[in-house]
């Protein structure tokens, strides 16, 4: 019961709780992404008045800390960014799974070097007697910075939001940490009685399970777990971008093919996975019943 708490029930639901936090950016990105494009003749026509804009440039400086002035084309604009959150994409060579976006810290952004290309969507609100990107309660500003022509920068953010390993995240090695303490105390408590000479060697093995899948014979299957997942992620981003109009469709492949596909080749990726478990699982029982260590 604790291997399958604390090594898999726990970081699946961290894995899901991830995936839930980059739908709702993926979903707030597209809507920011259609609103209008900020150029010096509409903040013009703007007159004090605000609205919801998009705006890409490059930085110019950052004053007082926490306002962000960046310029695009003939126009600067002022970006309020104190506790906002703001995110820098990886750079990306075309090969394998882009990385996710980076949370960086508002009060960490003058680190970043000047000219450095940021794409701000959100409010623009009266302050301080002019018109700046401010975040509100309702609409938080979404300040991304990138290295990326402009005309992949949408496809870019979308394919990224797609985490390579959504499992792996934040909670998973807290829990594999507390798993594992948990175990040991276990051996420990049963060390000195030997009628519980098995359940010592269950709980030490124990220990090394998420290690089981980088071991041979297993490692094969995790390659192909790997592979698969892999292929799994690529196929949900290309969903997203089908599902946002932003690739086109053929006629004769439905949206939904491509999320179907992924689920599929999901499931058959923690068939493998489980299955490299076993096999070592297995192998390593075989090994001590060899060297007489346990009996059967």
């Known amino acids: 019961m604790i291997v399958i708490l604390w090594y898999a029930l726990?970081?699946?639901?961290?894995?899901?709780?991830?995936?839930?936090k980059w739908k709702r950016f993926r979903n707030r990105f597209n809507f920011l992404r259609l609103s209008p494009l900020l150029d010096y003749s509409q903040y013009r026509k703007l007159d004090g008045e605000g609205g919801i804009f998009r705006f890409s440039g490059g930085i110019e400086s950052?004053?007082?800390?926490?306002t962000l002035w960046v310029k695009g084309g003939n126009l600067s604009i002022p970006v309020s960014i104190a506790k906002t959150k703001c995110f820098l994409l990886p750079i990306h060579d075309g090969e394998g799974f882009p990385e996710a976006p980076q949370e960086i810290r508002w009060n960490r952004v003058s680190t970043i070097t000047e000219g450095a290309k940021v794409f701000i969507a959100?409010?623009?609100?009266?302050?301080?007697?002019?018109?700046?990107?401010?975040?509100?309660?309702?609409?938080p500003l979404m300040v991304i910075f990138y290295d990326c022509p402009d005309a992949e920068l949408t496809g870019a953010i979308i394919r990224a939001a797609r985490t390579?390993?959504?499992?792996?995240?934040?909670?998973?090695?807290?829990s594999i940490a507390i798993g594992a303490l948990t175990l040991i105390y276990i051996a420990a408590t049963y060390l000195g009685r030997p009628a519980f000479r098995l359940t010592v060697i269950c709980a030490l093995s124990a220990v090394f399970i998420p290690l089981l899948?980088?071991?041979?014979?297993?490692?094969?299957?995790?390659?192909?777990y790997r592979?698969?997942?892999?292929?799994?992620?690529?196929?949900?981003?290309?969903?997203?971008l089908a599902f946002?109009?932003?690739?086109?469709?053929?006629?004769?492949?439905p949206v939904n093919s491509f999320v179907l596909r992924a689920y599929a080749l999901e499931l058959l990726a923690w068939v493998l996975m489980f299955t490299s478990v076993i096999v070592n699982i297995i192998f390593i029982?075989?090994?001590?019943?060899?060297?007489?260590?346990i009996s059967f």
């Open 10 to 20: 726990v970081p699946i639901t961290g894995g899901f709780v991830n995936r839930y």
């Open 62 to 66: 950052i004053t007082d800390g926490h």
């Open 122 to 139: 959100g409010s623009i609100k009266t302050k301080d007697d002019r018109l700046s990107f401010v975040s509100t309660k309702e609409l």
């Open 164 to 174: 390579r390993n959504e499992y792996w995240n934040s909670i998973t090695p807290v």
């Open 213 to 224: 899948p980088l071991l041979p014979p297993g490692i094969l299957f995790t390659s192909l």
């Open 227 to 240: 592979r698969l997942s892999w292929d799994s992620r690529k196929l949900r981003a290309d969903y997203d």
């Open 244 to 253: 946002f109009g932003i690739i086109p469709v053929p006629a004769d492949k």
């Open 285 to 293: 029982f075989l090994f001590l019943y060899l060297f007489k260590v």
